[in-house]
């Protein structure tokens, strides 16, 4: 995808934006793991953990279920990323 030309996937989010589903990533938690740098799907709520943890859970929640668009979920931060296109948006 072109960098000038805007994500279409961000038309498919929900509105309002869905709630964290849980506090922190529960696919760590039961592996007794430390959440590391966590994610929010915007299409569902899912919490994960970031790619520089060994699950890698958010984006394999992406593989798992086509979501598209996450945003951070730590505090002070509002950026996002659409893993289709490969780029924040």
């Given at each position: 995808?072109?960098?000038?030309?805007?994500?279409?996937?961000?038309?498919?989010?929900?509105a309002?934006?869905?709630?964290a589903?849980?506090?922190?990533?529960?696919?760590?938690?039961?592996?007794g793991?430390?959440?590391?740098?966590?994610?929010?799907?915007l299409?569902?709520?899912?919490?994960?953990?970031?790619?520089?943890?060994p699950?890698?859970?958010?984006?394999?929640?992406?593989?798992?279920?086509g979501?598209?668009?996450?945003?951070?979920?730590?505090?002070?931060?509002?950026?996002?990323?659409?893993?289709?296109?490969?780029?924040?948006?």
């Amino acid at each position: 995808m072109s960098p000038s030309r805007p994500c279409t996937h961000l038309a498919e989010l929900p509105a309002p934006e869905p709630a964290a589903a849980t506090d922190g990533c529960p696919h760590c938690a039961e592996l007794g793991q430390r959440s590391v740098a966590l994610r929010l799907c915007l299409h569902c709520g899912h919490v994960g953990c970031c790619d520089s943890t060994p699950g890698r859970w958010a984006a394999e929640h992406h593989r798992r279920t086509g979501h598209a668009v996450m945003r951070s979920h730590e505090p002070g931060e509002s950026w996002r990323w659409c893993y289709e296109d490969q780029r924040l948006v």
